[in-house]
């Protein structure tokens, strides 16, 4: 079936008692002032027979219309017909206001509500109805509908021209992906999955971004760059999604055999994806993992007054908590290294595994590229951690290295340290003196 243009009025698109807001949506949060501006923006419009409002991009998904596009729109115009007590005559409206929302979604509404409500008092009831009127029955949207089997295209369609809002991410695919991947959505799910979006410390962009991307393609001995005309990037785009779409675990694969019996599945930051409940279960223990790493390395590396971290901090030359603390520029890319490899070591040996030793290793072996380069790129990045090339030399896939490692001791005997030229903590203090 092909893709559907069509333009309806605001009335007849919302009398269509198929519309639905899918779990992957992001959460509804127009706030009150985007409620003033649609309402003076219809008030300075009165008069015109017909007025363009937007568009909308639709998705028909087993009998339902799902909304991809135009949700906030829709939701907040449905909540003007409920002030007026219009609802009855909008099968549709009264379905999106229907739907079970989250907390941060209940809240926007009830807002928007009480904002409604301001305007109508302020103009009088008369003169809002008129308003509202003019909405169903003279405002147009551009409605697309895609079909089943096009959803993607329905993403890459509202990505190319919603130039107003935040673009889908591609871990938005991936949820969309994973809940049509289990036998029931679950609201519990949908709900933490906002929570680790909208989390400061860690957002899930980030999460996938700077962290699980990299790891996962580093230690496989891929660089995750994109060529591009001049030079490459280092991001997490739609085109690596399949790396997180992971296997059906009733395949009947012989290496799936060991996670099909075990219940309560111990998660690892490298293991294979399985699709549905369990990807948001590794997600979530991924999202825990990656920032409990980060706490033990600030406790141990971060400047605190406490006097029982102050005498931790003292197992370490003062240069390199200089360097680890740097909000500069010149040592980001050298600290997302240093951040994944000791959160992957953690990851595979524990946290406790991780001695003086072994952090001051890896601390050098990641700020090596700062002191023996002017510049670093994301290809600098790429190359050095899985490509093992730095600066036409040879270097070690230390992230590869790490993955095939079966005990600490292991890990350390292998790393070549004349392929960072023998080079000591104190070395790179020196060579980054006031630099930090």
């Not at 591009?228 to 997490?236: E, N, T, V």
């Not at 524990?350 to 023996?372: C, M, Q």
């Not at 790429?382 to 095939?404: M, W």
């Amino acid at each position: 079936m092909s893709i559907q243009f069509t333009s309806k009025k605001v009335g007849e698109l919302l009398k269509e008692g198929d519309l639905r807001i899918p779990s992957y949506q992001r959460p509804y949060k127009w706030n009150r002032k985007h409620i003033r501006n649609l309402f003076y923006d219809l008030r300075d419009a009165m008069g015109k027979k017909e007025y363009q409002i937007g568009s909308v991009i639709l998705h028909e998904n087993d009998g339902h219309l799902d909304i991809v596009d135009g949700q906030q729109r829709l939701i907040s115009i449905s909540l003007f017909l409920h002030l007026l007590d219009d609802l009855e005559n909008y099968k549709g409206a009264n379905q999106l206001l229907s739907a079970e929302f989250g907390e941060i979604s209940c809240y926007h509404a009830s807002e928007n509500y009480n904002e409604w409500k301001n305007l109508t008092q302020l103009v009088g009831e008369n003169e809002a109805k008129d308003i509202c009127n003019f909405l169903l029955g003279n405002c147009s949207v551009s409605v697309i509908t895609m079909p089943q089997k096009r959803l993607s295209e329905a993403f890459q369609l509202f990505d190319s021209q919603n130039n107003r809002g935040k673009s889908l991410e591609p871990h938005d695919l991936l949820k969309a992906y994973h809940l049509r991947k289990q036998d029931s959505e679950d609201e519990k799910i949908v709900e933490k999955w906002e929570q680790f979006v909208e989390d400061k410390e860690l957002s899930l962009k980030e999460l996938f971004d700077k962290h699980l991307f990299r790891m996962r393609r580093w230690s496989r001995g891929e660089t995750g760059l994109t060529n591009k005309r001049y030079g490459s990037y280092l991001r997490f785009t739609e085109d690596f999604i399949d790396d997180f779409k992971g296997v059906d675990l009733n395949q009947n694969f012989p290496y799936l055999e060991l996670y099909r019996h075990i219940e309560n599945l111990p998660m690892s930051i490298t293991m294979p994806i399985i699709d549905g409940s369990k990807f948001f279960e590794y997600i979530e223990s991924a999202h825990e993992t990656i920032k409990d790493h980060k706490d033990f390395l600030n406790e141990r590396l971060g400047f605190s007054d406490e006097p029982e971290r102050e005498e931790k901090n003292l197992l370490y030359p003062e240069g390199m908590l200089k360097i680890y603390n740097s909000s500069k520029g010149r040592y980001l890319k050298c600290y997302n290294l240093f951040l994944n490899i000791c959160s992957l070591f953690a990851d595979r040996f524990g946290k406790d595994a991780l001695s003086k030793e072994i952090i001051e290793t890896l601390f050098i072996w990641s700020y090596y590229p700062r002191v023996k380069s002017k510049a670093i790129y994301d290809a600098t990045v790429g190359n050095y951690a899985a490509d093992g090339r730095f600066r036409q030399k040879e270097v070690q896939k230390l992230f590869q290295l790490l993955s095939h490692a079966v005990t600490p001791n292991d890990f350390m005997v292998k790393i070549d340290r004349e392929l960072f030229e023998n080079y000591t903590v104190e070395k790179i203090i020196e060579e980054e003196k006031d630099k930090w």
